[in-house]
């Protein structure tokens, strides 16, 4: 009996320390979450067990030293399986059941608090985007062509596709379509893969020549805008495959893309050339020309609370903002370095945040103009920057191929 005992306290202890140290193991995030959960039920329940065993033979060693040798046979087997030692293993596996569940909480909620880094490929071009369906969830890509889904509330690596393209440029999630992302880069292909088990869907012929650029329809389900070299946008049917419109714009490159989420097929395009351009993508229709003069178009971006306001950002550090409903220059905001790439907090009001090549993000109140907040770990340049949807992380993606994810705070 003590035999049989002293077994299963081995092997549940060995179980709650799987469960503990697994990290360095480099197992998948659901398969850790799994050990996690379920050594800390048994290892729980164990150590129960082994307390309310040794608790009894403390009560029958009191109670028998007053009764000589005429101890029951039942009350010496339980007498020999609770000595001391079965008290400290039962304590231990119950501290395992408490801690276990917690690790990564704990890690979470340290990280939620401070500044982290997701590793990269030294000297790739990193480009980020967040799934709309689950705030942590996070596809990076770059070169190599491995495009990596991560849960940044634990760090953890959970998928790599390997998309066969040697530089992914873009990746964006379909905000209507759970668990399906677009890829692109400098092959002449655009993926669309299930992110869950990290199969490809399809591969469109994208018939870019350089760096393609992406953008989910957010009020069209199943639809996805292509541009690149050419100045033609594609629009595809994700659930079939299909192209379903194309149209030339003025540009002979176009290097950003981005939908208004409060206009139904509003499309804001720019590009090499200087200018930002106004479509419906319903119908092809060229709706206007931004008034103003641009450089070289970085990004774009479409402020999600505040009815017709979209940032352009540009290679030669200017960034404005403009009213698309009119084509008409709002205000210049004076950014101290090449403009590449834009995002608006999601759930703040006017909230810009821009990235630039001397590795800063800066945040930017939209409707004044004004300098909130500075982020930065280093020289890198940043290539590009997401939001998670509750706005509480930023992601930046760097030219060392790393992504910094920074805690959303009051910066006002």
């Known amino acids: 009996m003590t ?64 009764q000589g040798e005429s101890i029951p046979h039942l009350e010496r087997v339980v007498l020999r399986v609770g000595r001391p030692h079965t008290a400290l293993v039962a304590i231990l596996l119950m501290m395992l059941g408490v801690l276990a569940p917690d690790r990564h909480t704990n890690n979470a909620t340290a990280g939620e608090e401070q500044f982290r880094v997701l590793p990269g490929r030294p000297g790739s071009a990193a480009s980020v985007s967040f799934s709309r369906f689950t705030s942590d969830t996070l596809a990076t890509g770059g070169t190599g062509g491995v495009v990596r889904i991560w849960n940044t509330r634990t760090s953890r690596r959970i ?12 990746v964006a999630f379909d905000p209507l379509n759970r668990d399906v992302l677009a890829t692109g880069g400098t092959d002449p292909l ?89 479509w419906d993508s319903s119908n092809g229709t060229l709706v206007r020309t931004m008034q103003g003069e641009f450089g070289q178009i970085s990004s774009l971006a479409f402020d999600p609370l505040t009815p017709n306001t979209l940032a352009t950002g540009e290679r030669d550090g200017t960034l404005q903002i403009w009213d698309s409903s009119n084509g008409k220059h709002v205000r210049d905001i004076r950014n101290p370095a090449k403009v590449t790439a834009l995002a608006f907090n999601p759930l703040l009001r006017n909230s810009l945040a821009s990235g630039s090549d001397d590795g800063t993000v800066r945040i930017w109140d939209s409707s004044t103009g004004l300098h909130v907040h500075d982020l930065s770990d280093g020289p890198t340049s940043i290539t590009s920057i997401a939001y998670t949807p509750d706005a509480q992380t930023l992601a930046a993606g760097g030219t060392d191929g790393k992504i910094r994810l920074w805690p959303v705070k009051d910066w006002s």
């Open 159 to 170: 998928r790599e596709i390997a998309t066969r393209n040697p530089n992914v440029t873009a």
């Open 3 to 66: 035999v049989v005992a002293a077994m299963v306290s081995l092997g549940v202890l060995g179980a709650g320390l799987v469960g503990f140290f697994a990290d360095p193991l480099h197992l998948p995030g659901e398969v850790l979450d799994v050990l996690d959960k379920r050594a800390s039920v048994i290892s729980m329940f164990t150590g129960l067990v082994g307390l309310l065993i040794a608790s009894t033979s403390l009560l029958l060693q009191l109670r028998s030293s007053g």
């Open 190 to 278: 655009i993926r669309i893969w299930d992110t869950n088990t990290g199969r490809g869907l399809w591969a469109l012929p994208g018939r870019h020549s350089t760096a393609t650029v992406l953008a989910f329809d957010p009020a069209n389900r199943h639809a996805l805008v292509t541009a690149g070299a050419g100045g033609v946008i594609r629009i595809w049917d994700t659930a079939t495959g299909r192209q379903s419109r194309t149209f030339t714009t003025r540009e002979r490159q176009i290097t950003a893309m981005a939908f208004d989420p409060l206009t139904r097929n509003t499309l804001a395009v720019g590009g090499v050339s200087g200018s930002v351009e106004i």
